[in-house]
């Protein structure tokens, strides 16, 4: 005796399929089992055209795919390598930079705390590189390095009170502390 199964449904499909298709790009895995699956229809008897449409890719993806694996096999489904752009510092500029962020600013010439502006200005008079500020940001980071805000100071303010404010002040939620430290 066969049962009919109650016809299965998603709440919202349209939001569902941009989320799958986002997770499926995410990963090199998940895309490389998204092409097999691709190849797996193809083989199947699905047309390209087909398989582009219930996959949500472009007919000339799923036709590029099957290319592929007819010449290299499944290797020719996994994602190949992206270089990218080539890193703007040597790793021997950033041994030296490291050793430098370690020192203030002052010890190179530069006023203030190391933050993006500081270090962008640096490298563009140390090595003639140019780096916007988010980037050195982002530097910093990569170098283990954080930024800390210096606390402020009220202009015409008793330095002992303040002294004995510090030290018995609680930090509390978004309070920052004072300088670059390596973490």
């Given at each position: 005796m066969l049962r009919s199964m109650k016809r299965l449904t998603i709440s919202d499909p349209q939001s569902a399929i941009l989320s799958l298709q986002d997770e499926i790009r995410r990963t090199e895995e998940s895309r490389y089992d998204h092409r097999l699956h691709a190849v797996l229809l193809i083989a199947q008897?699905?047309?390209?055209?087909?398989?582009?449409?219930?996959?949500?890719?472009?007919?000339?993806?799923?036709?590029?795919?099957?290319?592929?694996?007819?010449?290299?096999?499944?290797?020719?489904?996994?994602?190949?390598?992206?270089?990218?752009?080539?890193?703007?510092?040597?790793?021997?500029?950033?041994?030296?930079?490291?050793?430098?962020?370690?020192?203030?600013?002052?010890?190179?010439?530069?006023?203030?705390?190391?933050?993006?502006?500081?270090?962008?200005?640096?490298?563009?008079?140390?090595?003639?590189?140019?780096?916007?500020?988010?980037?050195?940001?982002?530097?910093?980071?990569?170098?283990?390095?954080r930024l800390r805000k210096p606390r402020p100071k009220m202009a015409h303010a008793d330095p002992a009170l303040q002294a004995a404010y510090k030290k018995t002040a609680r930090p509390g939620p978004g309070r920052h502390g004072g300088s670059l430290s390596f973490r």
């Open positions: 008897g699905m047309s390209g055209h087909q398989v582009a449409q219930l996959l949500g890719d472009a007919p000339r993806t799923i036709a590029y795919w099957v290319t592929r694996f007819e010449k290299r096999g499944f290797s020719g489904l996994m994602d190949e390598a992206r270089p990218g752009r080539t890193p703007s510092l040597s790793p021997s500029q950033l041994q030296a930079l490291e050793g430098v962020l370690r020192k203030p600013p002052g010890a190179v010439g530069l006023a203030g705390q190391w933050d993006g502006k500081t270090l962008s200005q640096y490298l563009q008079r140390q090595w003639d590189i140019y780096l916007g500020g988010r980037q050195c940001q982002r530097l910093l980071r990569q170098l283990g390095f």
